[in-house]
């Protein structure tokens, strides 16, 4: 690890936290250059390496964190939540496309397992990310899917 302020190629490991949840740990790091000395803060979680995610028209792309985060945002525009909540919820949708065990997984499975998260994080959220996965072409469709989140709530 390069010291982010001179760029040594010498940093040693001061500290080591495991994160609340287990997914991740926090490491305090010190730069070994005499003159330098900076503390600095890194976060090591595991990483989702050779997903491919297949497209409901059969195409393949590779899995990238930052077009979940994407859609999750636009989910939940307007909601409140924490960094660290948001930061939570990717990291258990991450989990259980691990928990697949396969190096692939199709669109509509990754759709199935965001929702299936974002039903407990936020419901509004929810409610707005289906819309867009299933294409909700009419208000009928629309008015089961409210009515099935209803159902479950009581």
Known sequence: MHCPVCRNKSTRVVDSRLAPDGSSVRRRRECEKP???YRFSTVEEVDLINITVIKRDTRREAYTRS???EGLKQALQKRPFTD???HSLVQK???DIQKERSGEITS??????VMKHLRTFDKIAYIRFASVYHSFEDL???EEE???LLKKRR
Do not use: D, P, V
């Open 67 to 69: 077009k979940l985060t």
């Open 35 to 37: 003159s330098c000395g």
């Open 108 to 113: 509509i499975r990754l759709g199935e397992i």
């Open 93 to 95: 949708i991450e989990r």
């Open 146 to 148: 409210l009515q099935k």
């Open 84 to 86: 660290a909540q948001f």
């Open 140 to 142: 009928k469709k629309f």
